[in-house]
């Protein structure tokens, strides 16, 4: 069974940076992918980035140039630079078994199958 735990969430001050985790394990096959996605109150979920295991990436283009994703050792990070009041919402790291197939459509959150508990980032003064 996958599981997904992030961390580092917390409170950041408009153009803090933060750094998010996510720790996976349960993985049958060395081919893995793994999206980061955020949801605001009232609003839908949404891809911000991802990562799999031969190193491809993609980011939102709201967060190019200023979060940064990797991974070492099925641990995935997501470092946050630059961030805005409106970025405050609940972070989640999410997987499936075909993810590393995903490609152009990692965005989308209705193809993943396993998802962490999430943590909550507020930006806030």
């Known amino acids: 069974q996958v599981q997904l735990v992030e961390s580092g969430g917390g409170l950041v001050q408009p153009g803090g940076s933060l750094r998010l985790s996510c720790a996976a394990s349960g993985f049958t096959s060395d081919r893995f992918a793994i999206g980061w996605f955020r949801q605001a109150p009232g609003k839908e979920r949404e891809g911000v980035a991802f990562i799999s295991s031969s190193g491809v990436t993609y980011y939102a283009d709201s967060v190019k140039g200023r979060f940064t994703i990797s991974e070492d050792n099925v641990m995935v990070s997501l470092q946050r630079n630059s961030l805005k009041f409106e970025e405050t919402a609940v972070y989640y790291c999410?997987?499936?078994?075909?993810?590393?197939?995903?490609?152009?459509?990692?965005?989308?959150?209705?193809?993943?199958?396993?998802w962490g508990q999430g943590t909550q980032v507020t930006v806030s003064v």
């Open positions: 999410a997987t499936d078994e075909d993810a590393w197939r995903f490609g152009g459509t990692w965005y989308d959150s209705r193809l993943y199958e396993y």
